[in-house]
């Protein structure tokens, strides 16, 4: 392991993580190797933990211009995600905090408590016109930390209390915690959900996503929102050629069993520190068919590892893409996953009164 992690020291063990080394951010000016230094002295090995840090958010709502994008706003109550997905589009961003997008992106996490508060300030701006806001767009809010520090709990009693549009990302089953709010919001059309499925296959999903609920959790999250009435969206993101994309039919065929009303793909993406860490991974993981996975990926995003261009980068092109998207779309209207849902109510926003607010005769 030691040859493939230079940046790690040696008494460390990364276990149960995705990324296999902790390269320095494309901002840092210098690169940290370990090496032996020839004394030959007892190291105690130990683990490597996660580290959680606090940040007093500024602000709440992040906006976007991407036309690849159905939604132009979003709230993240996290920076960087322990679930340790190798293939993250997110883990550049843990760049911007002087991070490795490597191992610190899944293991030096950042909480963002008090960002309730910071968002009931913003949606109460006199400016401010209502448009369905996107959760768990960067990192996952029901990553394992929030189960203690509670930060998309926060963000939800806010939205709930404002009756606003929402649309939830994740692949963590503590969604199911918060039915309390969640369901009453889906009843008046408020709430979608999408719960992301890469593969069926336990040990493949342990070491894509090694810190992530199991695929049978996950379809039985599923199961769980939808039987209160939540509609819930399956995303098979992303699509591994070579790796996964074997599995689009039987994923559409379980997901539609447990509940699911819609699907939709997203072609597997590499940016910037992304693709030499999931090119160590699949060359580790996967040695017989790593130059086969590798150069599918190429071949579809333009003989690079990724195309950045808007319209290509969520779907690729070329043969290979259009073959998937055609056996998408076959499968998902056998399973009646390809009907169209209603838009997310927007007329319903309603600011709640504060304490000293005179209230409405009507």
Request: charged fraction near 25%; proline fraction near 9%; glycine fraction near 6%.
């Amino acid at each position: 392991m030691t040859a493939r992690d230079p940046s790690l020291p040696r008494a460390i063990r990364p276990r149960a993580r995705g990324a296999l080394s902790n390269e320095a951010g494309r901002f840092e000016p210098a690169r940290h190797e370990a090496f032996d230094d020839g004394w030959h002295l007892p190291e105690d090995e130990r683990l490597l933990r996660t580290e959680i840090r606090h940040e007093r958010p500024r602000s709440a709502l992040a906006y976007n211009r991407s036309p690849d994008l159905p939604f132009d706003r979003s709230v993240n109550p996290y920076r960087g995600c322990e679930h340790g997905c190798i293939y993250c589009f997110a883990r550049p961003s843990h760049a911007w905090l002087n991070l490795s997008p490597g191992l610190d992106f899944e293991t030096r996490l950042i909480a963002r408590p008090g960002i309730g508060a910071v968002l009931n300030r913003e949606l109460r701006a006199k400016g401010y016109k209502v448009a369905p806001i996107a959760l768990g767009t960067n990192t996952d809010p029901y990553q394992p930390i929030e189960a203690q520090h509670r930060v998309m709990r926060e963000v939800l009693e806010v939205l709930h209390a404002f009756r606003h549009p929402t649309a939830i990302t994740t692949k963590g089953t503590l969604i199911g915690r918060d039915l309390d709010l969640l369901a009453p919001m889906a009843a008046q059309g408020l709430l979608r959900v999408g719960i992301s499925i890469t593969t069926l296959d336990p040990d493949l999903a342990r070491r894509l996503e090694p810190r992530a609920p199991s695929p049978a959790r996950r379809l039985q999250a599923i199961r769980t929102l939808s039987d209160a009435g939540i509609p819930v969206r399956t995303m098979v993101a992303p699509v591994i050629p070579g790796l996964t994309d074997h599995q689009i039919e039987p994923i559409l065929e379980a997901v539609a069993g447990a509940g699911a009303v819609a699907a939709s793909w997203i072609m597997l993406r590499l940016p910037l520190e992304v693709a030499p860490l999931f090119r160590a991974w699949v060359e580790h993981h996967h040695p017989d068919r790593a130059a086969k996975i590798l150069a599918r990926i190429r071949d579809i995003h333009g003989g690079r590892d990724y195309d950045p261009a808007f319209g290509r980068r969520m779907r690729g092109m070329g043969i290979w893409s259009d073959l998937i998207a055609r056996r998408f779309q076959l499968a998902t209207a056998r399973h009646g996953l390809d009907r169209p849902q209603p838009r997310l109510r927007c007329d319903l926003f309603r600011p709640p009164p504060r304490i000293g607010d005179q209230l409405s005769l009507f």
